[in-house]
């Protein structure tokens, strides 16, 4: 009866959510490896392309002059322009070089007249360029005047740059990256632990372990995406013309897509093996076709809707009509409709398919 009774301290309410969330996050920053992959190497590899691929001068046309009479004259004019590096060879050396892409071009002087005969591949762009350049100086030079005056005008401005296009395709290939082997390859290796066996006997659904996966990469992708950002705009000037409340927005849908993709991966794959197997096999196709570091025009028009239908052209091609047209949300809405179907649809079969003991 005098016994006084003291009321048992307030405990938190447990939340297998946000416990999983919580443990990702422990175990992500306690890897020194881990935290190099995902916030150093990104900026590594725009640094590299970005000084491979930086702006330069225009490249020298080399081109090689047939040996002959007239060889002198023809090697006196061009030289006179500065794109130019002119040589003069034998017929067998000319094609060699021209062969093996020593040369773009070699000219052929008729002496009996005057007339010359250009030796080019047409299939390559800068071959085709070289004939057009030397003709152009050579009719010049042999008295035929333009019906037109001309004006060159030579801008150079951020947006129009290699490394302007290369920066949006880096952001979609690192949170696919980091949405297939940040999550695929972790659900594996739980499982080959057997740790997701007890997980059966804690109050924790699927739902709540796959969307604490989900939530945890999206985390690590915040300081990854500023970081490249940040980077570019402070080392190369890559500029963001749209807004950044829709860029932020898509990079989250994009991190959620490919965290869906990679549950998705891992639901049933029992060995490191087989869902680095797999998560190759799904990668492949989009590190080729969507416009990472080309665009994607460059394929045939039969490859197109293939092409057009993968989860990283859509965030690619969004990526870039933001950052570099300035683009709005109802000029990327097909994209962003087709990245919710990936995510959507990836999640909840993933849902359907795990199993914590297989």
């Known amino acids: 009866?005098?016994?006084?009774?003291?009321?048992?301290?307030?405990?938190?309410?447990?939340?297998?959510?946000?416990?999983?969330?919580?443990?990702?996050?422990?175990?992500?920053?306690?890897?020194?490896?881990?935290?190099?992959?995902?916030?150093?190497?990104?900026?590594?590899?725009?640094?590299?392309?970005?000084?491979?691929?930086?702006?330069?001068?225009?490249?020298?046309?080399?081109?090689?002059v047939q040996a002959g009479s007239d060889a002198e004259q023809v090697v006196e004019v061009l030289s006179q322009e500065e794109v130019f590096e002119v040589a003069v060879h034998n017929e067998a050396v000319c094609r060699r070089r021209l062969r093996i892409g020593r040369s773009d071009l070699f000219v052929e002087v008729d002496?009996?007249?005057?007339?010359?005969?250009?030796?080019?591949?047409?299939?390559?762009?800068?071959?085709?360029?070289?004939?057009?350049?030397?003709?152009?100086?050579?009719?010049?030079?042999?008295?035929?005047?333009?019906?037109v005056a001309v004006e060159n005008v030579e801008k150079q401005e951020p947006g129009g740059r290699y490394i302007d296009f290369l920066v949006p395709g880096l952001l979609g290939m690192g949170l696919m990256g980091g949405g297939l082997w940040g999550i695929g390859f972790v659900t594996v290796d739980l499982r080959i632990r057997r740790l997701l066996k007890r997980?059966?006997?804690?109050?924790?659904?699927?739902?709540?372990?796959?969307?604490?996966?989900?939530?945890?990469?999206?985390?690590f992708m915040v300081p990854e995406v500023l970081t490249?950002?940040?980077?570019?705009?402070?080392?190369?000037?890559?500029?963001?013309?749209?807004?950044?409340?829709?860029l932020t927005a898509l990079i989250l849908l994009g991190a959620t897509m490919f965290?869906?993709?990679?549950?998705?991966?891992?639901?049933?794959?029992?060995?490191?093996?087989?869902?680095?197997?797999?998560?190759?096999?799904?990668m492949l196709p989009m590190w080729v076709m969507s416009g990472i570091f080309f665009?994607?025009?460059?394929?045939?028009?039969?490859?197109?809707?293939?092409?057009?239908?993968?989860?990283?052209?859509?965030?690619?091609?969004?990526?870039?009509?933001?950052?570099?047209?300035?683009?709005?949300?109802?000029?990327?809405?097909?994209?962003?409709?087709?990245?919710?179907a990936w995510a959507a649809g990836s999640f909840l079969l993933a849902l359907k398919w795990f199993r914590w003991d297989n």
Request: hydrophobic share 50%.
């Open 259 to 282: 965290a869906g993709i990679g549950l998705l991966v891992a639901s049933r794959a029992r060995t490191l093996e087989a869902v680095s197997g797999i998560m190759n096999l799904v």
């Open 199 to 219: 997980f059966l006997a804690t109050p924790m659904r699927k739902t709540d372990f796959l969307a604490g996966l989900m939530i945890s990469r999206m985390a």
């Open 111 to 147: 002496g009996s007249s005057p007339r010359f005969r250009y030796h080019f591949d047409p299939t390559k762009p800068g071959s085709l360029v070289a004939r057009n350049a030397v003709n152009d100086v050579l009719q010049r030079d042999s008295g035929r005047e333009d019906a």
């Open 295 to 340: 665009s994607t025009d460059r394929f045939p028009d039969a490859a197109q809707p293939f092409i057009q239908a993968l989860p990283l052209t859509a965030l690619n091609d969004a990526l870039r009509a933001v950052m570099l047209e300035g683009s709005g949300p109802m000029v990327i809405a097909a994209e962003c409709m087709l990245m919710l």
């Open 228 to 246: 490249m950002l940040f980077f570019g705009w402070l080392v190369f000037g890559v500029k963001i013309e749209g807004s950044l409340l829709l």
């Open 1 to 64: 009866m005098n016994q006084l009774h003291t009321p048992s301290p307030k405990t938190r309410r447990y939340s297998p959510l946000r416990e999983m969330v919580l443990v990702r996050l422990r175990e992500f920053y306690r890897e020194p490896e881990a935290v190099f992959w995902v916030y150093g190497f990104p900026v590594i590899m725009m640094a590299a392309l970005g000084i491979a691929f930086r702006d330069r001068p225009i490249e020298k046309i080399s081109v090689d």
